[in-house]
């Protein structure tokens, strides 16, 4: 039996900038006509990321599992990968870098490896995937006025854990390299160095930093380093916790099972677990999650990522004085209006419910950005309250919106949302 189905009802026809379409490897792949502000929850597909993956599917087999030439193929593609994302993110010769799903992953399988009485200290402002994970008696910094408050907040939590003890209990300090709500940057080369002068280590959560900016954890004196593909223009749901090997070798393996262990005897409890990165990734691992990161790396690291980041910058100042602007929006902010930031702006519409005003921009517009509260909801909240109080305005929905940019974002897709934020209902 045969079903006609009914005609689609086709939107008019609204002039956009089609997304550029270009063959270069850190073009970005996406569809004319839809205008994409939306890179801090994941960014569209590099075209490096298409073509790597484009390329190894013919021969795509097991990793790690069999002795046949895809197979060994790519097993040699999958630890090419790994090697190429440790250079990329700076990594010292003795340091692991682990495939995991995503930076929410990394960051539970480092909770995970902490040593036993190990405590964290973090602040109240980080995603959830940085506040969640830690230990029960994890510090929670409240969220601080500027970058130099954060490192005295961090220094001082770290002097009063440290005091009246021999000072060799570990601790682990994690923040955030940029904030997902409101774009500013971290000092995290400064963080790391107050942790480090109390003998604690320091975890860079960089989901929002390594797009936008280089991430070389040596030179930031970094211990650990969380990012996420999907983020990183690679999509295939892969993620990456690279950093010192000895919790990581001595904690229990983080998933149990096939690859993550070098024997198992008859007994149940008889196994001898591997070292190394293995140790945490048993299972079938992620190829081509793995080679469209890495392929994402190597071209972000032959490109002069200065000019890029001046680029952003520029446009995220056009998005920023627009969006000042516009009649009764009002930005989200945690430090001063002029400290750095990557290309992520958070705002509300006066009066106006951010959901409400998300679907109308997709719908009427079709822009698409994120409203609510970012799973970053103490942060969240605590910014719309003193946007509140800054503005005057009584009338601030309870969630926001955010709209954010990077490679392949153009001056015409920022015009779009400013004119669709200054068009009246
Ligand atoms: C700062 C920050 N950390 C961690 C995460 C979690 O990343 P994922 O959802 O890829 O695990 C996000 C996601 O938005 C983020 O913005």
């Known amino acids: 039996m ?28 996406g569809v004319p006509g839809q205008v994409n502000l939306d890179y801090a929850a994941t960014a569209p597909c590099a075209r490096a990321a298409a073509d790597a993956v484009a390329e190894l599917l013919p021969w795509y087999g097991s990793v790690h599992r069999g002795a046949g030439a895809l197979s060994r193929r790519c097993t040699l593609a999958y ?4 090697q190429r ?12 870098v682990i495939f995991t799903r995503n930076t929410t992953d990394a960051l539970n399988l480092l909770a995970r490896a902490l040593p036993s009485g190990g405590k964290v200290v973090t602040f109240a402002s980080e995603h959830h995937a940085n506040l969640l994970p830690w230990p029960v008696d994890t510090v929670r910094l409240p969220v601080p006025g500027s970058a130099d408050a954060a490192v005295r907040a961090v220094d001082a939590a770290l002097r009063e854990l440290r005091r009246g003890t021999d000072g060799s209990a570990p601790i682990l300090v994690a923040v955030t390299g940029a904030s997902n709500v409101t774009g500013e940057c971290w000092p995290v080369a400064d963080l790391a160095r107050a942790a480090h002068r109390h003998g604690a280590r320091f975890a860079l959560d960089a ?5 936008h ?14 990012v996420s593909g999907h983020k990183l223009y690679a999509p295939f749901g892969v993620g990456v916790l690279a950093g010192r090997a000895d919790w990581l070798d001595a904690a229990p393996p983080y998933l149990v099972g096939g690859g993550a262990t070098r024997t198992v005897g008859a007994a149940t409890h008889d196994v001898g677990w591997a070292d190394g990165p293995g140790r945490h990734e048993a299972g079938t691992p992620n190829l081509l999650g793995a080679v469209a990161l890495a392929a994402v790396c190597e071209a972000l690291t032959s ?3 200065a000019a890029l980041h001046a680029r952003e910058q520029a446009l995220l100042a056009h998005l920023r004085a627009g969006i000042a602007a516009a009649p009764d929006v009002v930005e989200l902010r945690t430090f001063g209006p002029d400290s750095p930031r990557v290309g992520i702006v958070s705002f509300v519409v006066a009066g ?12 009427r517009w079709q822009i698409g950005l ?32 955010r709209a954010s940019i990077g490679l392949g974002s153009t001056t015409q897709q920022v015009d779009r949302l400013l004119s669709a934020l200054a068009t009246p209902r």
Request: aromatic share 2%; hydrophobic share 45%.
């Open 2 to 29: 045969s079903r006609t189905l009914p005609a689609r009802r086709v939107a008019a026809p609204v002039p956009v900038d089609p997304a550029p379409a270009g063959r270069g490897p850190l073009d970005v792949l």
């Open 79 to 82: 630890e090419r990968a790994r």
């Open 85 to 96: 994302v440790g250079d990329f993110l700076g990594v010292r010769p003795d340091d692991h």
């Open 207 to 211: 989901a929002q930093l390594a797009p």
């Open 213 to 226: 900016a280089e991430v070389d954890i040596t030179a930031l004196g970094v211990d650990y380093v969380a």
């Open 303 to 305: 490109v002069d990522r």
């Open 352 to 363: 106006r419910d951010s959901a409400q005003v998300a679907a109308e921009l997709a719908g």
């Open 370 to 401: 994120r409203d609510g509260l970012f799973c970053a909801h103490p942060l969240a909240r605590r910014l719309l309250a003193e946007a509140a109080v800054r503005s005057g305005r009584a009338d601030l929905p309870p969630t926001a919106l």
